[in-house]
Protein backbone atom coordinates (compact mmCIF):
# COMPACT_ATOMS: atom_id res chain seq x y z
CA UNK A 1 0.00 0.00 0.00
CA UNK A 2 2.74 2.55 0.97
CA UNK A 3 4.63 1.97 -2.39
CA UNK A 4 1.28 2.13 -4.40
CA UNK A 5 1.51 6.00 -2.31
CA UNK A 6 5.14 6.50 -3.05
CA UNK A 7 4.60 5.67 -6.56
CA UNK A 8 1.73 7.78 -6.97
CA UNK A 9 3.04 10.77 -5.40
CA UNK A 10 6.18 10.44 -7.68
CA UNK A 11 3.84 10.09 -10.98
CA UNK A 12 1.84 13.43 -9.88
CA UNK A 13 5.21 15.17 -9.28
CA UNK A 14 6.52 14.22 -12.62
CA UNK A 15 2.93 15.25 -14.32
CA UNK A 16 3.31 18.52 -12.89
CA UNK A 17 6.91 18.95 -13.93
CA UNK A 18 6.29 17.94 -17.44
CA UNK A 19 3.27 20.31 -17.63
CA UNK A 20 5.51 23.42 -15.76
CA UNK A 21 7.93 22.95 -18.47
CA UNK A 22 5.33 22.59 -21.37
CA UNK A 23 3.74 25.74 -19.74
CA UNK A 24 7.54 27.79 -19.78
CA UNK A 25 7.92 26.48 -23.32
CA UNK A 26 4.75 28.31 -24.68
CA UNK A 27 5.17 31.39 -22.43
CA UNK A 28 8.79 31.18 -23.87
CA UNK A 29 7.97 31.23 -27.75
CA UNK A 30 4.56 33.89 -27.12
CA UNK A 31 7.75 36.32 -25.93
CA UNK A 32 9.94 35.13 -28.97
CA UNK A 33 7.27 35.60 -31.38
CA UNK A 34 5.83 39.22 -29.99
CA UNK A 35 9.57 40.39 -29.72
CA UNK A 36 9.84 39.38 -33.35
CA UNK A 37 6.69 40.73 -34.17
CA UNK A 38 7.47 44.07 -32.27
CA UNK A 39 10.63 44.60 -34.32
CA UNK A 40 8.59 44.20 -37.75
CA UNK A 41 6.16 46.75 -36.91
CA UNK A 42 9.44 49.04 -35.37
CA UNK A 43 11.05 48.45 -38.75
CA UNK A 44 8.14 49.34 -41.03
CA UNK A 45 7.29 52.06 -38.51
CA UNK A 46 11.16 53.68 -39.38
CA UNK A 47 10.58 53.16 -43.44
CA UNK A 48 7.06 55.31 -43.05
CA UNK A 49 8.86 57.68 -41.01
CA UNK A 50 11.70 57.68 -44.04
CA UNK A 51 8.44 57.93 -47.17
CA UNK A 52 6.76 60.41 -48.15
CA UNK A 53 3.03 59.44 -46.71
CA UNK A 54 0.37 60.34 -48.54
CA UNK A 55 -3.49 59.50 -46.64
CA UNK A 56 -6.10 57.79 -48.96
CA UNK A 57 -9.10 60.04 -48.59
CA UNK A 58 -11.64 58.76 -45.94
CA UNK A 59 -14.57 58.65 -48.90
CA UNK A 60 -12.82 57.86 -52.14
CA UNK A 61 -15.31 57.73 -54.76
CA UNK A 62 -15.39 59.87 -58.25
CA UNK A 63 -19.34 59.93 -57.95
CA UNK A 64 -19.10 60.80 -54.40
CA UNK A 65 -16.26 63.19 -53.33
CA UNK A 66 -14.18 63.83 -56.74
CA UNK A 67 -12.65 67.13 -56.18
CA UNK A 68 -11.00 65.70 -53.53
CA UNK A 69 -10.16 61.89 -54.82
CA UNK A 70 -9.14 63.99 -58.22
CA UNK A 71 -6.60 66.22 -56.17
CA UNK A 72 -5.35 62.91 -54.46
CA UNK A 73 -4.12 61.58 -57.41
CA UNK A 74 -2.93 64.55 -59.12
CA UNK A 75 -0.99 65.08 -55.41
CA UNK A 76 0.41 60.89 -56.17
CA UNK A 77 1.23 62.17 -59.89
CA UNK A 78 3.19 65.03 -58.66
CA UNK A 79 5.73 62.77 -56.50
CA UNK A 80 6.15 60.20 -59.21
CA UNK A 81 9.43 60.50 -60.40
CA UNK A 82 10.57 61.28 -56.32
CA UNK A 83 12.81 58.40 -55.41
CA UNK A 84 11.70 58.18 -51.90
CA UNK A 85 9.46 55.60 -50.75
CA UNK A 86 5.64 56.62 -51.44
CA UNK A 87 3.54 55.21 -48.30
CA UNK A 88 -0.72 55.03 -49.23
CA UNK A 89 -2.01 55.04 -45.79
CA UNK A 90 -5.17 53.82 -46.18
CA UNK A 91 -6.02 52.48 -42.67
CA UNK A 92 -8.95 55.16 -42.20
CA UNK A 93 -10.82 54.71 -45.34
CA UNK A 94 -14.23 54.36 -44.67
CA UNK A 95 -16.05 53.89 -48.42
CA UNK A 96 -13.50 53.55 -51.48
CA UNK A 97 -15.19 53.04 -55.78
CA UNK A 98 -13.63 50.72 -58.04
CA UNK A 99 -12.59 53.98 -59.55
CA UNK A 100 -10.36 55.57 -57.30
CA UNK A 101 -9.20 51.63 -56.79
CA UNK A 102 -7.75 51.80 -60.51
CA UNK A 103 -6.51 55.32 -60.70
CA UNK A 104 -4.26 54.55 -57.11
CA UNK A 105 -2.90 50.65 -59.55
CA UNK A 106 -2.42 53.26 -62.41
CA UNK A 107 0.31 55.18 -60.45
CA UNK A 108 1.58 52.55 -58.61
CA UNK A 109 1.77 50.51 -61.97
CA UNK A 110 4.17 54.10 -62.91
CA UNK A 111 6.30 53.49 -60.12
CA UNK A 112 6.59 50.04 -59.99
CA UNK A 113 8.08 50.25 -63.93
CA UNK A 114 10.44 52.86 -63.50
CA UNK A 115 11.67 50.92 -60.19
CA UNK A 116 10.49 53.70 -57.65
CA UNK A 117 8.96 52.36 -54.40
CA UNK A 118 5.58 52.69 -53.24
CA UNK A 119 3.70 50.58 -50.47
CA UNK A 120 0.35 51.03 -48.03
CA UNK A 121 -1.61 49.68 -45.42
CA UNK A 122 -4.62 47.68 -45.26
CA UNK A 123 -7.73 49.14 -43.98
CA UNK A 124 -8.83 48.83 -40.52
CA UNK A 125 -12.73 49.09 -42.52
CA UNK A 126 -13.34 45.62 -42.91
CA UNK A 127 -15.75 46.06 -45.74
CA UNK A 128 -13.23 48.63 -47.52
CA UNK A 129 -10.57 45.45 -47.17
CA UNK A 130 -12.79 43.38 -48.79
CA UNK A 131 -13.45 45.36 -51.36
CA UNK A 132 -9.99 45.91 -52.55
CA UNK A 133 -9.19 42.13 -52.21
CA UNK A 134 -11.82 41.45 -54.19
CA UNK A 135 -11.34 43.73 -57.25
CA UNK A 136 -7.83 42.18 -57.88
CA UNK A 137 -6.34 44.82 -56.48
CA UNK A 138 -3.84 43.01 -54.08
CA UNK A 139 -3.27 40.38 -57.64
CA UNK A 140 -1.65 43.82 -59.66
CA UNK A 141 0.13 44.77 -57.13
CA UNK A 142 2.26 41.85 -57.06
CA UNK A 143 2.95 41.73 -60.54
CA UNK A 144 0.92 38.62 -60.88
CA UNK A 145 -0.42 37.71 -64.27
CA UNK A 146 -3.95 36.62 -62.83
CA UNK A 147 -5.67 34.37 -65.03
CA UNK A 148 -9.74 35.71 -65.50
CA UNK A 149 -11.18 32.39 -64.26
CA UNK A 150 -9.50 32.53 -61.03
CA UNK A 151 -11.52 35.83 -60.37
CA UNK A 152 -14.98 36.56 -61.33
CA UNK A 153 -13.68 40.15 -60.30
CA UNK A 154 -10.36 41.22 -61.52
CA UNK A 155 -8.64 44.30 -63.00
CA UNK A 156 -7.17 43.87 -66.51
CA UNK A 157 -4.13 46.15 -67.36
CA UNK A 158 -3.12 46.64 -71.02
CA UNK A 159 0.87 46.71 -71.42
CA UNK A 160 0.93 46.40 -75.20
CA UNK A 161 -1.38 49.41 -76.36
CA UNK A 162 -3.50 47.02 -78.23
CA UNK A 163 -7.18 45.57 -78.92
CA UNK A 164 -7.54 42.08 -77.59
CA UNK A 165 -11.03 40.61 -79.11
CA UNK A 166 -10.34 37.39 -77.67
CA UNK A 167 -9.70 38.50 -74.39
CA UNK A 168 -12.98 40.60 -74.84
CA UNK A 169 -15.14 38.00 -75.84
CA UNK A 170 -14.10 36.43 -72.43
CA UNK A 171 -15.23 39.31 -70.58
CA UNK A 172 -18.49 39.67 -72.20
CA UNK A 173 -18.95 35.82 -71.68
CA UNK A 174 -17.98 35.78 -68.14
CA UNK A 175 -20.62 39.36 -67.73
CA UNK A 176 -23.02 37.27 -68.97
CA UNK A 177 -22.96 34.08 -67.08
CA UNK A 178 -23.48 36.50 -63.86
CA UNK A 179 -26.15 37.92 -65.22
CA UNK A 180 -28.59 34.99 -66.96
CA UNK A 181 -26.40 31.81 -65.50
CA UNK A 182 -25.44 30.67 -68.72
CA UNK A 183 -21.86 31.96 -70.90
CA UNK A 184 -22.88 33.69 -73.69
CA UNK A 185 -21.96 36.34 -76.14
CA UNK A 186 -23.69 39.99 -76.23
CA UNK A 187 -22.43 41.60 -79.46
CA UNK A 188 -23.48 45.08 -78.01
CA UNK A 189 -21.10 44.88 -74.70
CA UNK A 190 -18.73 43.49 -76.91
CA UNK A 191 -18.33 45.82 -79.19
CA UNK A 192 -18.38 49.03 -76.56
CA UNK A 193 -15.66 47.77 -74.75
CA UNK A 194 -13.84 47.17 -78.22
CA UNK A 195 -14.83 50.93 -78.85
CA UNK A 196 -13.41 51.81 -75.32
CA UNK A 197 -10.32 50.40 -76.12
CA UNK A 198 -9.54 51.37 -80.09
CA UNK A 199 -10.55 55.05 -78.63
CA UNK A 200 -7.66 54.64 -76.01
CA UNK A 201 -5.20 53.57 -78.25
CA UNK A 202 -6.25 55.72 -81.71
CA UNK A 203 -7.28 58.89 -80.17
CA UNK A 204 -5.90 59.35 -76.66
CA UNK A 205 -2.56 61.16 -77.28
CA UNK A 206 -1.10 63.44 -79.69
CA UNK A 207 0.70 62.62 -81.91
CA UNK A 208 3.85 64.49 -83.94
CA UNK A 209 5.35 67.74 -82.71
CA UNK A 210 2.27 67.43 -79.62
CA UNK A 211 4.45 64.80 -77.87
CA UNK A 212 7.26 67.39 -77.21
CA UNK A 213 4.27 68.78 -74.86
CA UNK A 214 3.56 65.66 -72.87
CA UNK A 215 3.92 65.50 -68.98
CA UNK A 216 6.08 62.28 -68.26
CA UNK A 217 3.06 60.55 -66.82
CA UNK A 218 1.28 61.09 -70.43
CA UNK A 219 4.29 59.90 -72.37
CA UNK A 220 4.47 56.73 -69.72
CA UNK A 221 1.05 56.19 -70.62
CA UNK A 222 1.78 55.71 -74.35
CA UNK A 223 3.14 52.59 -73.49
CA UNK A 224 0.38 51.59 -71.51
CA UNK A 225 -2.74 52.61 -72.56
CA UNK A 226 -5.56 51.67 -70.08
CA UNK A 227 -6.85 49.54 -67.22
CA UNK A 228 -10.31 47.86 -66.76
CA UNK A 229 -11.90 46.99 -63.71
CA UNK A 230 -14.52 44.37 -64.24
CA UNK A 231 -16.75 43.86 -60.59
CA UNK A 232 -19.63 41.00 -60.13
CA UNK A 233 -22.74 41.27 -57.98
CA UNK A 234 -25.81 39.62 -58.17
CA UNK A 235 -27.44 39.48 -61.40
CA UNK A 236 -25.34 42.95 -62.38
CA UNK A 237 -21.69 43.66 -63.34
CA UNK A 238 -19.96 46.67 -63.36
CA UNK A 239 -17.12 47.71 -65.48
CA UNK A 240 -14.47 50.92 -65.37
CA UNK A 241 -12.16 51.75 -68.05
CA UNK A 242 -9.30 54.38 -67.59
CA UNK A 243 -7.80 55.76 -70.83
CA UNK A 244 -4.40 56.89 -70.50
CA UNK A 245 -4.02 59.71 -72.69
CA UNK A 246 -4.44 63.44 -72.36
CA UNK A 247 -8.34 63.75 -71.36
CA UNK A 248 -11.14 64.24 -74.53
CA UNK A 249 -11.20 67.87 -74.14
CA UNK A 250 -7.49 68.34 -74.37
CA UNK A 251 -7.16 66.12 -77.47
CA UNK A 252 -10.18 67.95 -79.33
CA UNK A 253 -8.34 71.17 -78.07
CA UNK A 254 -5.15 69.95 -79.75
CA UNK A 255 -6.66 69.55 -82.98
CA UNK A 256 -8.74 72.25 -83.15
CA UNK A 257 -8.08 74.89 -80.66
CA UNK A 258 -9.36 76.87 -77.87
CA UNK A 259 -10.68 79.24 -79.95
CA UNK A 260 -12.37 77.04 -82.14
CA UNK A 261 -13.88 75.22 -78.86
CA UNK A 262 -15.08 78.40 -77.02
CA UNK A 263 -17.01 79.42 -80.44
CA UNK A 264 -18.80 76.17 -79.91
CA UNK A 265 -19.47 76.90 -75.98
CA UNK A 266 -17.90 78.82 -73.05
CA UNK A 267 -18.68 75.78 -71.07
CA UNK A 268 -16.63 72.76 -71.21
CA UNK A 269 -19.33 70.33 -70.33
CA UNK A 270 -21.48 71.28 -73.13
CA UNK A 271 -18.90 70.21 -75.34
CA UNK A 272 -18.16 67.41 -74.37
CA UNK A 273 -22.41 67.00 -74.79
CA UNK A 274 -21.72 67.53 -78.33
CA UNK A 275 -19.02 65.12 -78.83
CA UNK A 276 -20.76 62.60 -76.82
CA UNK A 277 -23.83 63.32 -79.58
CA UNK A 278 -22.05 63.28 -82.19
CA UNK A 279 -21.34 66.75 -83.40
CA UNK A 280 -17.82 67.40 -82.82
CA UNK A 281 -15.83 65.33 -85.36
CA UNK A 282 -13.20 63.57 -83.65
CA UNK A 283 -9.11 64.30 -84.05
CA UNK A 284 -8.10 62.39 -87.25
CA UNK A 285 -10.58 64.18 -89.43
CA UNK A 286 -11.33 61.22 -91.51
CA UNK A 287 -14.74 60.41 -92.57
CA UNK A 288 -15.32 57.16 -90.69
CA UNK A 289 -13.63 59.00 -87.65
CA UNK A 290 -15.21 60.59 -84.83
CA UNK A 291 -18.10 57.70 -84.45
CA UNK A 292 -16.21 56.19 -81.03
CA UNK A 293 -17.66 58.68 -78.70
CA UNK A 294 -21.18 58.75 -79.93
CA UNK A 295 -21.47 54.32 -79.75
CA UNK A 296 -20.67 54.71 -75.97
CA UNK A 297 -23.75 57.16 -75.67
CA UNK A 298 -25.99 55.22 -78.02
CA UNK A 299 -25.31 52.07 -75.97
CA UNK A 300 -26.70 53.83 -73.17
CA UNK A 301 -29.12 55.75 -74.88
CA UNK A 302 -30.58 52.58 -76.44
CA UNK A 303 -30.18 50.73 -72.94
CA UNK A 304 -27.68 48.26 -74.00
CA UNK A 305 -26.10 49.52 -70.32
CA UNK A 306 -27.83 50.69 -67.54
CA UNK A 307 -25.24 53.36 -65.92
CA UNK A 308 -22.78 55.66 -67.83
CA UNK A 309 -20.68 57.67 -66.38
CA UNK A 310 -17.53 59.89 -67.75
CA UNK A 311 -14.85 61.78 -66.06
CA UNK A 312 -12.52 63.53 -68.46
CA UNK A 313 -10.44 66.67 -67.70
CA UNK A 314 -12.38 68.90 -65.84
CA UNK A 315 -16.14 67.36 -66.96
CA UNK A 316 -18.08 65.05 -65.42
CA UNK A 317 -20.91 63.53 -67.52
CA UNK A 318 -23.54 61.34 -65.04
CA UNK A 319 -25.84 60.27 -67.85
CA UNK A 320 -27.93 58.04 -65.09
CA UNK A 321 -28.89 61.24 -63.11
CA UNK A 322 -28.54 63.30 -65.83
CA UNK A 323 -26.44 65.80 -64.00
CA UNK A 324 -23.27 67.58 -66.31
CA UNK A 325 -21.13 69.96 -64.58
CA UNK A 326 -17.22 71.21 -64.80
CA UNK A 327 -14.90 70.42 -61.83
CA UNK A 328 -12.35 72.98 -60.35
CA UNK A 329 -9.61 70.58 -60.23
CA UNK A 330 -8.23 68.82 -63.88
CA UNK A 331 -8.62 65.19 -64.16
CA UNK A 332 -5.65 63.52 -66.34
CA UNK A 333 -7.38 60.89 -68.82
CA UNK A 334 -10.78 59.18 -69.34
CA UNK A 335 -12.61 57.20 -66.82
CA UNK A 336 -16.07 55.31 -67.52
CA UNK A 337 -18.32 53.24 -65.20
CA UNK A 338 -21.16 51.65 -66.72
CA UNK A 339 -23.23 48.83 -65.99
CA UNK A 340 -25.50 46.12 -67.16
CA UNK A 341 -27.85 44.20 -65.58
CA UNK A 342 -31.37 42.01 -66.76
CA UNK A 343 -32.84 45.03 -67.60
CA UNK A 344 -30.41 45.67 -71.05
CA UNK A 345 -31.54 42.02 -72.48
Known sequence: MKKKRASLFFLKRRFIKIQKKKDFRKKYLRIKNS???????????????KSICKPLPEFSSFR??????????NDLQLNINNRKEIYINMKNVKSISQGAIISILSIINQRNDNNLPIFGSIPKNNKVAKILESSGFYNSLKGNDVGYNQSPNIILNNRHSQVDPVLCDEIVQKAMQTICGVKKRNSKLYGLIMEMMANSINHGYPKGNNLLNLTFRSAWFIKKSWLLSISHQKEKVTFVFLDYGVGILETIKLKLGQKVLNSISPRNEKILLQVFNGKIGSRTGLPFRGKGLPKIYTSFQQNYISDLFVLTNNVILDYKNQNFYKLKSDFNGTLYIFEIDKTCL
Request: proline residues 4%.
Open 64 to 73: EKPEILINYI
Open 35 to 49: SRLSQAQIQFSKRIK
